[in-house]
């Protein structure tokens, strides 16, 4: 894949060359889709505020953070995977992914469903990754 053309041929071949990157791309729509949808959940610990309008849903800004954040690390995961080509590139991929994990995982303990989305599928890439870059 080269940066001065990119069309759906590009896009195309890309997938066809490792079926599992489709199935990666797949999942991630999914994520960002549960994610933005569980924002608009009704928040459990804003029951009680009095001056707030029902239904008391959770801050539209963490959803838009997570988003972008979902956004870079699919980013990141790409740039690697196009333009690096040693043998260490599953393992910078997997660094990058562990940074996202301890950045968003942190809070686990109490996050709203958003950010256990984010958490969810920062799990599930690494399994989904060792899948794409198995030797065969």
């Known amino acids: 894949m080269s940066t001065k053309k ?6 195309a071949s890309y997938f066809r060359n490792k079926p599992p990157r489709f199935f990666f791309a ?4 999914v994520f960002v889709y549960q994610i933005i949808m569980s924002g608009f959940e009704p ?3 804003a029951l ?3 001056d707030a309008p029902e239904p008391h849903s959770y801050d539209i800004e963490l959803v838009v953070i997570l988003v972008v ?8 995961l790409v740039t690697i995977d ?9 393992f910078t991929m997997l660094i990058i992914t562990t940074l996202f994990l301890l950045c968003f995982g942190m809070v ?4 709203p469903p958003s950010l256990g989305c984010m958490i969810f599928w920062t799990f599930l890439s690494f399994g989904v990754m060792d899948k794409i870059h198995a030797k065969k």
């Open 43 to 45: 928040n459990p610990y």
């Open 26 to 29: 797949i999942l991630w729509v």
């Open 69 to 76: 954040a979902m956004l870079f690390h699919l980013s990141f």
């Open 6 to 11: 990119i069309s759906m041929r590009t896009v």
């Open 108 to 111: 686990a303990m109490h996050a």
């Open 82 to 90: 196009v333009y690096m080509r040693s043998r260490w590139k599953f």
């Open 48 to 50: 009680e505020m009095i």
